[in-house]
């Protein structure tokens, strides 16, 4: 059970400053997971149309939660290559801020549909390399 975002101004501005100094690969699989969702479960686009290229024909139940075929199809795919930090990054906040589910206790914002990935509320600070 998720409850529904109810935090400052601040702690939202910390949720996007968050999901942008994530790493890309994290980002990537953030965008797996909600492009996946937006074919599964919505139904919100074709395959072959958010990826802009031909996709076989698969043998999948459209009614799953979550597709293997379709997300490594996704993970795999010259669209998702193409996309640079701050457009991956966009991608999740833009799904954060309009699912706006978070963990029991309201400590993390949960920023992709199957709730693998969280942020905290709270200002993270970001390590130098």
């Not at 139940?61 to 669209?79: F, G, H, L, T, V």
């Not at 954060?96 to 589910?101: D, H």
Request: net charge negative; glycine share 2%; proline share 2%.
């Amino acid at each position: 059970m998720t409850w529904e975002w109810s935090h400052t101004t601040e702690a939202y501005e910390n949720v996007r400053n968050n999901i942008f100094n994530l790493d890309i690969e994290t980002l990537k699989e953030c965008v797996v997971e909600i492009w996946t969702y937006q074919q599964c479960v919505t139904n919100e686009t074709s395959l072959c149309n958010l990826l802009g290229e031909d996709v076989p024909d698969y043998d999948f139940n459209k009614d799953d939660y979550y597709d293997i075929q379709i997300a490594e199809r996704i993970r795999n795919s010259e669209k998702l290559d193409n996309l640079c930090l701050p457009e991956l990054s966009e991608i999740v906040w833009e799904f954060a801020s309009q699912q706006r589910e978070c963990t029991n206790g309201g400590h993390y914002a949960l920023i992709s549909p199957y709730h693998t990935w969280v942020v905290s509320f709270d200002k993270e600070e970001v390590e130098n390399e």
